[in-house]
Nanobody, 115 residues
Framework: QMWLVESGGGLVQAGGSLRLSCTAS????????MSWYRQAPGKQRDWVAT???????TYADHVKGRFTISRENVKNTVYLQTSSLKPEDTSVYYC?????????WGQGTQVTVSS
């Protein structure tokens, strides 16, 4: 079993930035991929970004160029650096990890962007 805990969310004005963190309860060095998703009220949960165990990153089109995903294995932590935030980025942001056939989700952190 592994727990994921997100932090770093909050209220920010449009154009601002936040750094979200996802800390795992055990080593992430063998985790094949870790991702961020987000879910706005009344909407489905959407994929935002992924980083693999070899450091390859991919992004959804709507955040490309504005968000950066990174991982720090020694701290068992994955980050999502957000910038140029827009009101439509307002969502609960969730951390996701996949190891083999097993998936893990965090509890989410709220990001609210005011116009």
């Amino acid at each position: 079993q592994m727990w994921l805990v997100e932090s770093g969310g909050g209220l920010v004005q449009a154009g601002g930035s936040l750094r979200l963190s996802c800390t795992a309860s055990r080593s992430i060095s063998s985790i094949q991929s870790m991702s961020w998703y987000r879910q706005a009220p009344g909407k489905q949960r959407d994929w935002v970004a992924t980083i693999t165990d070899n450091g390859t990153t991919t992004y959804a089109d709507h955040v490309k160029g504005r968000f950066t995903i990174s991982r720090e294995n020694v701290k068992n932590t994955v980050y999502l650096q957000t910038s140029s935030l827009k009101p439509e980025d307002t969502s609960v942001y969730y951390c996701y990890a996949r190891k083999g056939l097993t998936s893990y989700w965090g509890q989410g952190t709220q990001v609210t962007v005011s116009s």
